[in-house]
């Protein structure tokens, strides 16, 4: 399976923009990337994913390496409530449009008030 | 609230025995994920199940087995556990394997998990 690779950890200030790295260089042309965050005790919640192209949504920005080989997470503006642990993901199509996502150990981000 | 519902929300057994994790999903939604989350693994993904039938396997225990039954709640049987299977234990539910228009799994949208302690 194709890996991606973050720091362990990031640390903000509040109201400043927060730019999380990834790495996927074995990323294949198929697979989608995406964005997971985990607040503490509670289940993943989806930020956004994409293919190639630069995405938005009301929570963040992705912006994805015109190689493909790596990609940024933008939260344009960190809340106390965006401390969590952050996982990019590559959605790995099992074959026959059958895609599982394969969580890493995330970057902890702390937000410091 | 996801609208992903799972129970039991806490679950402590003995090492042996067998227990069933219970996740219904969003309405409307056909697939199902379980995954596992302990501290020195972090989460791996064990099996998707979409309208009944498993469509991708991962990490999953020949010890575990899961199904999707005809109302799309799935149940995931863990059996004859041991200590190392102490852990959380999410469902998470999406429309499809694709999003409309496009290959990927779309959103999944997680639950809150059961936390199982064996002792």
């Known amino acids: 399976d194709a890996k991606t690779t973050q720091p362990n950890s990031m640390e903000s200030n509040e109201e400043e923009p927060v730019h999380l790295p990834c790495n996927h260089s074995t990323i294949s042309g198929t697979d989608y990337i995406h964005w997971y965050r985990q607040l503490p005790s509670q289940g993943p919640e989806y930020v956004i994913h994409g293919l190639t192209s630069n995405v938005n949504n009301r929570m963040a920005s992705l912006a994805i390496a015109e190689d493909r080989k790596s990609s940024t997470l933008i939260l344009h503006r960190a809340t106390l409530r965006d401390a969590a642990v952050y996982y990019c993901i590559l959605s790995i199509d099992s074959g026959g449009s059958n895609y599982k996502l394969t969580f890493g150990k995330g970057t902890l981000l702390t937000v410091n008030p | 609230d996801s609208g992903v519902t799972q129970t039991p929300k806490h679950l402590i057994t003995a090492t042996g025995q067998r227990v069933t994790l219970r996740c219904s999903p969003r309405s409307g939604d056909l697939s199902v994920y379980w995954y596992q989350q302990s501290l020195d693994q972090g989460l791996q993904f064990l099996i998707q199940?979409?309208?009944?039938?498993?469509?991708a396997k991962g990490n999953i225990l020949e010890r575990f087995s899961a199904q999707q039954f005809p109302d799309l709640h799935s149940e995931l049987n863990l059996s004859s556990l041991e200590l190392g299977d102490s852990a959380l234990y999410f469902c998470?539910?999406?429309?499809?394997?694709?999003?409309?228009?496009?290959?990927?799994?779309?959103?999944?949208?997680f639950g809150e998990g059961s936390r199982l302690t064996v002792l």
């Open positions: 199940y979409y309208n009944g039938e498993e469509r």
């Open positions: 998470a539910s999406s429309t499809s394997p694709g999003v409309a228009g496009g290959p990927g799994p779309g959103e999944l949208f």
